[in-house]
């Protein structure tokens, strides 16, 4: 039997209910916020992603999905979709008159990771990319909105990181000091992190394996905030002070949040939820001043998030049950096979009346039916019977009371939609 490939899955109806509820939220709040919905492609040229998330970084060495097309072009699955959206903005606003452009984006990224609860190879998001504006209140309001959007799903439990890497020269200068504070440590460090010493240093202080977390914690990392300079240092000032004012609870600061990919410059933030695990990320973000700028753009700062759908369900639902099912209003049955066309014209009529309606193809007994409707939920069955379709009637049963009457067909239709 085929599968889908590991790291995969189908959402089934059942819990694609959930899906739709948490998306239809996310549409409405970001809408609310001024962000508007943007779909790019799930493939582009491989370079755009080096390019923007880093060459030494894990997703662009180990985790992307790359292939040669029949053009010979080297294209990649998307691993997440802020530089397609940058590639975007680039493409079709360079030049136009609006100075800030707020975007939201709902769809699927894949990695190759190994899969674990929590993490897929082809996972989903929902985010938001804010282009043109450096403004500290931008970033209040960038994670304002993700702390908003789990509470508006019920969310809690939930701890909120920021910390700042400064601009491009701070960022040199902080790496080049946490370089000069792990060295003395570089044997005992996991091999991926001995790797990423020369490469992406940074990436150690997020290195998930106990022996390196241990080392980080020990190492001191203050002077990492006193090494922003003067504008960077304002800046995060206004971001803590923006979130206090706005009584965003559970937010701290914690130098260890430095994010895997390499665009990142000034305000990154993680979102990590108690129930979720090892894998307890469900929201990440922060500001990518000169992204836009190195691919090829003007010089335009640009703030954003993204949500892993996945983790959002898991974090509502646990494993499931998930949302109920809308109930059915109407199941109809048809006892005699003669009376299908009649029953048929029914059902049309309405779902024509925007009623939920269904019915069994399977000519299976008045019982099977019945035992459908109620596992449907149906709130009433319609029986089409031989002998009361002989008098113009129809049976219909209210499964609430299980109290049922004869009558017109007519008459079902205003019954059914009082
Ligand atoms: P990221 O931290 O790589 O950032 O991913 C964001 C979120 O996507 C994670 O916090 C997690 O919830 C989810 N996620 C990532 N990988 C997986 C996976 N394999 N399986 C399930 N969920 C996963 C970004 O992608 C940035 N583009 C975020 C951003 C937007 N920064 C600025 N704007």
């Not at 009584?247 to 305000?267: A, E, F, H, P, Q």
Request: glycine letters at 8%; charged letters at 30%.
């Amino acid at each position: 039997m085929l599968k889908a490939l590991r790291g995969t899955r189908d959402i089934l109806p059942g819990e694609t209910e959930a899906w739709q509820e948490i998306e239809a939220k996310a549409r409405r709040l970001f809408s609310i916020y001024g962000y508007k919905e943007i779909r790019t492609p799930i493939i582009e040229e491989s370079i755009l992603f080096t390019r923007s998330i880093g060459d030494w970084t894990d997703i662009v060495q180990k985790e992307m999905y790359v292939f040669s097309d029949r053009g010979d072009r080297n294209i990649a699955l998307r691993p997440e979709a802020t530089a397609g959206v940058v590639r975007a903005y680039i493409e079709n606003y360079t030049g136009q008159l609006d100075p800030l452009n707020k975007f939201f984006y709902i769809g699927p990224m894949f990695r190759a990771e190994r899969p674990q609860k929590g993490r897929q190879r082809q996972f989903h998001q929902l985010g938001v990319e804010a282009i043109g504006s450096d403004n500290p209140y931008l970033d209040v309001e960038v994670i304002y909105l993700a702390v908003t959007f789990l509470e508006l799903l019920g969310i809690d439990e939930f701890v909120v990181k920021i910390n700042s890497l400064g601009c491009q020269k701070d960022k040199l200068a902080i790496i080049h000091n946490r370089k000069k504070s792990i060295a003395p440590y570089l044997e005992k460090l996991c091999d991926e992190c001995k790797a990423r010493f020369d490469k992406n240093v940074l990436r150690i202080f997020d290195c998930k394996e106990e022996k390196c977390k241990e080392i980080v914690s020990n190492i001191s990392e203050s002077g990492d905030n006193n090494g922003l300079c003067e504008d960077c240092a304002e800046h995060f000032d206004n971001v803590r002070k923006g979130l206090d004012s706005l009584g965003v609870k559970n937010c701290t600061v914690d130098s260890k949040i430095v994010r895997g990919l390499d665009y990142y410059t000034k305000t990154v933030f993680e979102i990590t939820q108690k129930d979720l695990g090892a894998k307890d990320a469900i929201c990440a973000g922060g500001r990518y001043n000169d992204l836009i700028k190195e691919l090829g753009g003007k010089d335009t700062p640009a703030i954003g998030f993204a949500f892993g759908i996945e983790r959002l369900v898991l974090a509502q639902y646990g494993e499931g049950p998930y949302k109920e099912k809308p109930p059915l209003d109407v199941f109809i049955a048809v006892i005699n096979k003669p009376l299908f066309k009649e029953a048929f014209s029914l059902l049309i009529e309405l779902r024509g009346n925007r009623c939920r309606c269904d019915m069994d193809y399977e000519e299976k007994s008045l019982k099977s039916q019945m035992r459908k409707a109620q596992k449907l939920g149906a709130k009433f069955v319609v029986i089409f019977g031989e002998e009361e379709f002989k008098r113009g009637k129809v049976i219909l049963r209210d499964m609430a009371s299980s109290s049922q009457e004869e009558m017109g067909l007519s008459e079902v239709v205003q019954q059914v939609e009082s």
